[in-house]
């Protein structure tokens, strides 16, 4: 008869400290996707809302600063492209068409970046859903052969770790293409 | 201690010395002359050789100290100077590589810049002002570096367009060829140059969409590969662990 080398699930640093670690990278690229999903609803009522702003400032013809929470939405997505709409918003004193052309081009950028990132969120969903579950997979099958009594060495654990959070790494920044 | 070998190892510290003088002073011109998207000083760079022999040494000191030590100075040696003439022989590549990728973040921020200067030209300003306005706003980056310097030839005296005809010398990219064209011909014909900046940055942005989609298109064949030579690999050695195991203590 064959045996195994038994070994105990005591609390030693591999499992103590890989399993929150392993939690954390397994959801990175689920939680990327949801940040860049709730960006992208950001961007997209930003962008209704520098439109409803070009065409109030076209209709009336008279140049106006954009509203506190206009401005604060932009602020917070950090979007390269406001920097023309700021501009404009110096330049253009005065030049109500030129507000309003500047606001109309950034809503239309941001209106295309939404729709580009919500394509990209559906091509990449069924993607991060196996690499989900692939990434899953060797802890339980750890566990399971620990529960078995055949223990992995200490070693092999970390090089499985590493190549874990490798390619959770991988999953999260591959999922993102930006524009 | 014999003479000999004392003169060699003195000859070869100084070699490696000058290398290190010479191959660091050309790494941070490399350096400098990508973070100011300067691409002419990179066709041939200073001191060229003595940076890739530097590049190639770099490559070896990890091979020869991690590696192979536990297996003899020969081997470490072999191995050293194996891995050595890699990294002499990729530091070609390796710059080629550095210089797309900065090729590659000019054009993702020109878009933006030209809409900055079609903007600026547009409410009435000159070619110093709109350039002066677009590095004020503009993120930082290769390609705003890049306009500090058109700025600086234009206030020494240059032509606008003569200057931007230089940027395109040192950057040779085809978009900037094409927007110095479009801006000379506009000058000819007395036309104004807002519009043609501003058709400008709707072409790079196109560029710059397309170039994002095909990125995109290939995103689900490379998660995919990320997640088989990753992911699948650790489960096959788990569930083969026990099976080596047995294996190995039924062969004795």
Redesign the interface.
């Known amino acids: 008869m ?4 038994v070994v105990a699930m005591t609390p030693e640093w591999p499992g103590m400290l890989s399993l929150p670690l392993l939690v954390f990278f397994i959801a990175l690229p689920a939680i990327g996707a949801w940040l860049r999903r709730h960006r992208s609803q950001l961007a997209s009522e930003a962008a209704a809302q520098l439109a409803e702003f070009a065409t109030c400032v076209r209709g009336d013809a008279r140049f106006r600063v954009p509203d506190e929470s206009l401005q604060a939405r932009l602020a917070r997505l950090r979007v ?2 406001t ?2 709409l ?3 918003l110096e ?2 004193r005065g ?1 109500a068409q ?1 507000l309003a052309d ?1 606001a109309q ?1 950034l809503s239309t ?1 941001l209106r ?1 970046r939404v729709a ?1 990132e919500r ?2 969120l559906a ?2 969903a ?3 859903r ?2 989900a579950i ?2 899953t ?2 802890p339980v ?2 566990l399971a ?1 620990s529960t ?1 009594g ?1 223990g ?1 060495p200490a070693f ?1 654990q970390l090089l ?1 770790l590493v ?2 959070i ?3 790494v ?2 999260w920044r ?2 993102r ?3 | 201690m014999s003479g000999p070998p004392t003169m060699v190892l003195l000859a070869a510290a100084a070699g490696v010395i000058a290398l290190g003088v010479f191959g660091l002073r050309g790494l941070l011109e490399i350096r400098e002359a990508l973070r100011l998207a300067e691409f002419d000083r990179l066709v041939s760079p200073p001191a060229w050789p003595a940076t890739r022999g530097l590049i190639g040494v770099l490559v070896a000191i990890p091979v020869i100290t991690f590696i192979v030590v536990p297996s003899g100075a020969d081997v470490a040696l072999l191995a050293g100077a194996i891995a050595a003439s890699i990294g002499f022989w990729l530091s070609p590549h390796w710059l080629l590589a550095a210089r797309r990728r900065v090729e590659r973040t000019i054009l993702d921020e020109l878009a933006l810049h030209l809409d900055l200067l079609a903007l600026a030209m547009e409410s009435g300003s000159s070619w110093p002002a709109a350039l002066a306005a677009c590095v004020e706003k503009a993120p930082d980056g290769p390609l705003r570096r890049a306009w500090e310097r058109v700025i600086l030839e234009i206030h020494a005296g240059a032509e606008p367009i003569e200057a931007l005809r230089n940027l395109e010398q040192r950057l040779r990219l085809r978009p900037f060829a094409t927007l110095v064209s479009a801006l000379r011909a506009a000058e000819k014909l007395q036309q104004p140059v807002a519009p043609v900046l501003r058709e400008r940055a709707r072409q790079a942005a196109a560029g710059r969409f397309a170039r994002a989609e095909r990125e995109a298109r290939a995103a689900p064949l490379r998660l995919w590969a990320a997640m088989w030579l990753c992911l699948v690999p650790c489960t096959a050695v788990i569930l083969a662990y026990p099976a080596a195991r047995l294996l190995a203590q039924v062969m004795g």
């Open positions: 064959v045996d195994f080398e390269e492209e920097a023309s700021q501009l404009a330049l253009g030049d030129l500047a081009r950028r295309r580009f394509k990209m091509r990449t069924s993607g991060l196996r690499g692939a990434a997979v060797p099958a750890i052969t078995a055949i992995i092999t499985l190549a874990e490798l390619g959770c991988l999953l591959l999922a293409v930006e524009i």
